[in-house]
């Protein structure tokens, strides 16, 4: 370790505008961490999806002569990692004496050994452990471990409906029920079965898993929590509350398509358990051998509000679709992003923040109204984009989007702005439950009754009305028969 200590907030602040380490993040875009750029001095973005049309300095595209085809995005990390043009900036960055860092959502042990060959360091947790922890099964196990209860549940192999029943009579489940798989993104894996049709609807998916989970369905408020396991204990987050289904965002009934920052609509107490149950699981993980970031999704039972019941709901091992929120909070903006303590993490300076009092300062810091909606094509046919809106600040005036300026992300939007991240531009192919663009508003989004606020249904009609499509040609028909079996990743989709 090195004889430097961080002791204070301002000290980690000015040791990373500083430090001349070099740190790369590699995904399709730069979505979840896209401010780390203003606290990170040496912050490079390896994208494939330019977002900004070349105009963020922090974003570097690898240049390709045909559009690839990609199987995952593990494949796509391997083709941005690996291009030549990457590989040389890395080397001139070593060359210099400088250590390089990387960074990805999800990688593969391909991936662990691609950095190792580049004599760059990973800094993210084994990817054998990071499977290990994703899987929702082994979730429920880590919570029971650390008294945080799960919905009532089983874990079981489902071979048929009928098996299905009598487990919903043995465990006391009741006649309506969720059942999730191992593993899987936006509420894809995740089905609401009430009777026979419902069951066949999703039958072989079930039938397929070894095990899934089946869950009591109750009515729920579902919250997001971000912290960060480090040898100095775990750091939290403000309480995000999720936004789900809404038919006009995602395609998908279960499907996460948005967030607000909104831990006001909670009591002390229900924060308090909260904020203990992230600690709690936190400390699990370090001692499983995981460091650094991750995500937690609470499950609140509104059933009685004056007693709501606190419920894990999963556990993701990595960044978020939440990450760009938590660290672009008020909170974090007053404060430092809690990513930095993920790199200080893996860093070889010390700290001796106090984990308690920082997480105090989370729960009682003011939290003014901050909240993102992710735009999904919710249609089955493919289609083109004809028009969306480019990167930057908007304001709504007389029903319509005006564009006031360019910027990198929404920190400094005023009250009366909003942000828009576009992910996919004029003429490129969208499919069903592809991301077209990303909307930040300091405003609030939903109640706690799960409804969206008069202001989001609004923001979603007048950015609805500026994104056209129009059919395909014979000839696109024909292309896109073409790669059929390899559809093309590019959207942030399961990157978020």
Not at 66 to 85: C, M, W, Y
Not at 178 to 189: F, L
Not at 481 to 492: F, I, N, P, T, V
Request: hydrophobic share 40%; net charge negative.
């Amino acid at each position: 370790m090195s004889a430097q200590v961080l002791h204070t907030i301002e000290d980690v602040k000015r040791y990373f505008l500083e430090d001349e380490t070099v740190y790369y993040f590699i995904s399709a875009t730069n979505f979840n961490l896209m401010a780390m750029a203003d606290w990170v001095k040496c912050w490079g973005n390896v994208n494939f999806i330019d977002c900004y049309d070349g105009q963020n300095e922090s974003v570097i595209l690898p240049e390709y002569n045909e559009t690839p085809v990609f199987k995952d995005i593990e494949s796509i990390n391997q083709f941005l990692l690996g291009n030549k043009d990457v590989v040389a900036q890395i080397r001139k960055h070593q060359d210099e004496g400088r250590s390089t860092r990387a960074m990805f959502l999800f990688y593969d042990r391909e991936l662990e050994e691609l950095v190792s060959s580049l004599d760059m360091e990973l800094i993210m947790p084994p990817n054998k452990l990071v499977k290990q922890i994703d899987n929702k099964i082994t979730t429920t196990e880590i919570g029971n471990s650390v008294d945080v209860p799960s919905v009532p549940n089983a874990l079981v192999k489902i071979e048929n409906f009928k098996q299905l029943k009598d487990v919903m009579t043995e465990y006391d489940l009741g006649d309506d029920v969720v059942i999730q798989t191992a593993y899987g993104d936006s509420g894809k894996t995740t089905f609401f079965v009430s009777n026979e049709e419902d069951y066949h609807a999703v039958a072989d998916r079930v039938e397929a898993e070894d095990q899934v989970k089946v869950m009591k369905r109750i009515q729920c408020l579902q919250v997001a929590m971000e912290a960060c396991a480090t040898r100095s204990g775990t750091y939290v987050g403000p309480i995000l509350t999720e936004i789900i289904g809404h038919p006009r965002l995602t395609p998908y009934k279960g499907g996460w398509c948005g967030n607000d920052v909104n831990p006001h609509i909670f009591d002390e107490r229900t924060q308090a358990i909260m904020y203990d149950y992230t600690e709690r699981l936190g400390r699990a993980l370090y001692d499983r051998g995981y460091r650094g970031y991750f995500e937690v999704d609470y499950l609140l039972d509104v059933a009685d509000k004056d007693d709501m019941q606190v419920y894990l709901g999963e556990l993701n091992p990595r960044v978020t679709g939440i990450s760009a929120m938590t660290n672009m909070s008020a909170f974090c903006n007053h404060n430092i992003p809690l990513f930095l303590f993920h790199l200080l993490e893996f860093s070889d300076v010390e700290f001796d923040l106090d984990p308690a009092e920082f997480n105090m300062q989370v729960r009682s810091f003011e939290h003014q109204d901050f909240g993102q909606l992710i735009f999904k094509y919710t249609d089955s046919a493919l289609q083109i984009i004809t028009d969306v809106p480019e990167t930057g600040v908007y304001r709504v005036e007389g029903g319509a989007l005006q564009f006031v300026r360019y910027a990198d992300n929404p920190r400094k939007i005023a009250d009366d702005e909003i942000f828009i991240l576009r992910i996919l531009k004029q003429g490129e192919y969208v499919y069903k439950g592809a991301d077209v663009l990303i909307l930040f508003a300091n405003r609030r989004l939903q109640d706690e009754t799960n409804t969206l606020t008069a202001v989001a249904d609004s923001l979603i009609d007048t950015v609805q009305e500026t994104v056209t499509y129009r059919e395909l040609t014979d000839e696109e028909v024909q292309l896109t028969q073409r790669y059929a079996k390899h559809a093309s990743l590019k959207s942030a989709d399961d990157s978020l």
